[in-house]
């Protein structure tokens, strides 16, 4: 298998370090509020890789955080504890705001197959970790203390900004004017705070009572539970400039070794085209979406559509377009379920071609690509075994086709809407000779195609 690394920005060749056994660790939610589709584009990512790694016959090892103390309203050291804020703001305590957004969280795992990481583990029940990890840290010189916290100097660290390829002197440059003029260097973060004496969340250490900076908890879980190096590190792009920099920097000091082999990023979904806000009122959930009419998986296909390293546009019109197809997928699978019985000689090379996609860097679209085309075929029993042998990595419940689809009057046959939707996703992949051949064959069947933006309809000539 190959993925790209961020931290080589390269394709690199995987494979585990120990044995079969693929060690990865997830940068999990705040747990402050509902969590938005966007956010839910990073999970689904997540998924789909431990999908492929299970399909290519490794074993996971997964771990992901629940941050319910220490993330501050501004990734850096400023503003309010974001779960102080809306416990406040709910009248609730912290605790019982992490446990609501929690459970709708992994609800929407749920809704979206999206699988569990074998290993979740929220930061409040490992601040002794935390606390010895700061406590090694300052022993080894990283740390220092000022009026209001623990900071790690990374003056000290020779290897800060490898991820992200930032230029120090830049990222200084361009800090704002420091609320915390004891920090050494504007850019230092901060392993521990002083907690004030209204702050809710509050732990005894050598420092008095205090709190866990944001960064650190990635770092003494991941190294619990997957030790000093493990092979994989997940997150969105939002976290590579300074979440994950700071949580190399912390580990690296300590242990001497960059804490993943492999680090990997999802880009950002986008809605109509600019960044999701609440102000704007577009942070959609899948609640919302359920409202709306769209089921959950209807997402889940749309995200499938595009590489996670590609920037994702939201709109209606897509997930509009993602609904019909959806559909047309499990009518079409159902045909197969009915169709002849016996081997096919056509799906070993169905198979090759949908496992070299799902090996070449999570390219799900190029083998959503081949489930489409490998669809088109007569009916048959033996596709539709191997329709569901890819859904494992798709996750898309082809095997509930009958309970998902909505029928509609089929104007059109199934065979006539497989060539269009292959010559679609030929469109996409801007394979114009292909799309061109499809339109003449449909042509010769009867029937036109007209495009949208965002979806094609196909009527009889
Ligand atoms: P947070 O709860 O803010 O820490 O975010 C949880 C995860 O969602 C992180 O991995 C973020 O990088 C990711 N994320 C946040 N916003 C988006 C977005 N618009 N698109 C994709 N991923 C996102
Ligand atoms: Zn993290």
């Not at 908890?217 to 000093?228: F, I, P, V």
């Not at 409202?291 to 997402?299: I, R, W």
């Not at 996670?308 to 209606?316: E, G, H, S, V, W």
């Amino acid at each position: 298998m190959k993925f790209f690394n961020t931290l080589t920005r390269k394709k690199e060749e995987f494979q585990p370090l120990q044995g079969n056994t693929v060690r990865m660790y997830s940068c999990g939610p705040t747990v402050y509020n509902y969590a938005h589709i966007g956010n839910m584009r990073a999970y689904i990512f997540m998924d789909l890789l431990r999908r492929a790694l299970q399909y290519e016959g490794y074993k996971m090892k997964g771990a992901m955080n629940i941050t319910d103390v220490g993330h501050l309203t501004s990734d850096a050291d400023d503003g309010d504890d974001k779960m102080e804020k809306a416990a406040k703001e709910q009248k609730k305590t912290p605790y019982e705001i992490a446990a609501m957004y929690t459970e709708y969280f992994f609800a929407d795992f749920k809704k979206l197959n999206i699988g569990r990481p074998e290993i979740v583990c929220k930061a409040t029940d490992h601040i002794d970790d935390m606390l010895k990890f700061v406590y090694a840290l300052c022993d080894k010189g990283y740390g220092y203390e000022t009026s209001d916290g623990i900071y790690f100097d990374i003056d000290r660290f020779d290897h800060y900004g490898q991820l992200s390829g930032v230029n120090l002197e830049g990222q200084q440059a361009g800090a704002r004017v420091e609320v915390n003029d004891e920090k050494r260097n504007p850019i230092d973060f901060a392993l521990w705070k002083k907690a004030p004496k209204e702050h809710i969340m509050q732990w005894d250490s050598k420092w008095g009572m205090g709190y866990p900076g944001w960064h650190i908890e990635c770092s003494a879980m991941s190294r619990k539970y997957l030790g000093d190096q493990f092979d994989i590190h997940t997150g969105g792009v939002d976290h590579i400039p300074i979440h994950h920099e700071n949580e190399i920097a912390q580990s690296e000091a300590l242990t001497g070794k960059n804490p993943s082999k492999f680090w990997m990023h999802c880009e950002f979904l986008q809605v109509n085209g600019g960044k999701m806000s609440k102000s704007l009122g577009n942070c959609y959930t899948i609640a919302q979406l359920e409202e709306m009419g769209y089921a959950p998986l209807c997402y889940r296909y749309l995200c499938l559509n595009a590489h996670y390293r590609k920037t994702l546009n939201f709109t209606f019109e897509s997930l509009d377009g993602a609904k019909t197809s959806l559909n047309r997928l499990y009518q079409l699978v159902l045909k197969h379920k009915d169709g002849a019985d016996g081997e096919n000689e056509k799906v070993a090379e169905y198979d090759k071609q949908f496992e070299e996609n799902v090996t070449d860097d999570l390219n799900i679209p190029g083998a959503l690509g081949v489930l489409w085309t490998m669809l088109k075929e007569p009916a048959s029993k033996a596709i539709y075994a191997e329709a569901l042998k890819m859904d494992k990595v798709f996750g898309l419940s082809l095997d509930k086709a009958k309970e998902m689809v909505t029928v509609e009057e089929e104007l059109v046959p199934a065979e006539i809407m497989a060539i269009a939707e292959e010559r679609w996703q030929a469109k996409q992949a801007k394979d114009w000779t292909k799309a061109d051949e499809l339109r003449k064959k449909l042509f010769e069947l009867g029937y036109s195609v007209k495009d949208s933006k965002t979806d094609f309809k196909v009527s009889k000539n």
